[in-house]
Antibody, heavy 121, light 108 residues
Framework: EVQLVESEGGVVRPGGSLRLSCAASGFTFDHNGMTWVRQVPGKGLEWVCGISWNGGSEGYADSVKGRFTISRDNAKNSLYLQMNSLRAEDTALYYC??????????????WGRGTLVTVSS | EFVLTQSPGTLSLSPGERAALSCRASQSMSRSHLAWYQQKPGQAPRLLIYGASTRATGIPDRFSGSGSGTDFTLTITRLEPEDFAVYYCQHFGRSPIAFGGGTTVEIK
């Protein structure tokens, strides 16, 4: 069974940092691009960033560019999101998702359950 | 900026009725770059349709997608109780990847 499990989020002060991880299982991890999508509770979906199968290509939403960094470790079947300079507006449920194909721009065929990040003083 | 506009915001229907959800793009786009997702309360989104009209694995045939250019539609022919949810369209042909604002299909 294809499964994506995000690490526990948490509460962070504005300006602080947090690293999320996503453990993948049930498929050959280095065959797919991966992505992060977030959702403010009760609101819509917002794409955050994506990474190609080998980490050679990345894409970011303007709202997080320069503050967030996506990475992956194929040997560990893991995806990461390093979030720096966090703002209140980054408060959301963060989903890890598998991208169809090897790049980062495609549809998302499997999603994790999400992890809540709260930025508050 | 590429924008997807979904309408209506909320659709109130009864089980057995037909639902038609619209997704309009701010610029013409390739059909192959349009996907639809379903999200139920407390759950992650689930892929329904990709390439504008291809159903994902395990998706019932009461769900269908159509459209081209700037106008796309998700149709649910006969609503089942489990179909009441929020639906999002997505474009991924260019960066940034965009989602529509969503349409809520609620029980009338």
């Amino acid at each position: 069974e294809v499964q994506l499990v995000e690490s526990e989020g948490g509460v962070v002060r504005p300006g602080g940092s947090l690293r999320l991880s996503c453990a993948a299982s049930g498929f050959t991890f280095d065959h797919n691009g991966m992505t992060w999508v977030r959702q403010v509770p009760g609101k819509g979906l917002e794409w955050v960033c994506g990474i190609s199968w080998n980490g050679g290509s990345e894409g970011y939403a303007d709202s997080v560019k320069g503050r967030f960094t996506i990475s992956r470790d194929n040997a560990k079947n893991s995806l990461y999101l390093q979030m720096n300079s966090l703002r209140a507006e980054d408060t959301a449920l963060y989903y890890c998702a598998r991208v169809r194909g090897s790049g980062w721009s495609n549809y998302f065929d499997t999603w994790g359950r999400g992890t809540l990040v709260t930025v508050s003083s | 900026e590429f924008v997807l506009t979904q309408s209506p915001g909320t659709l109130s229907l009864s089980p057995g009725e037909r639902a038609a959800l619209s997704c309009r793009a701010s610029q013409s786009m390739s059909r192959s770059h349009l996907a639809w997702y379903q999200q139920k309360p407390g759950q992650a989104p689930r892929l329904l349709i990709y390439g504008a009209s291809t159903r994902a694995t395990g998706i019932p045939d009461r769900f269908s997608g159509s459209g081209s250019g700037t106008d796309f539609t998700l149709t649910i022919t006969r609503l089942e109780p489990e179909d009441f949810a929020v639906y999002y369209c997505q474009h991924f042909g260019r960066s940034p990847i965009a989602f529509g604002g969503g349409t809520t299909v609620e029980i009338k």
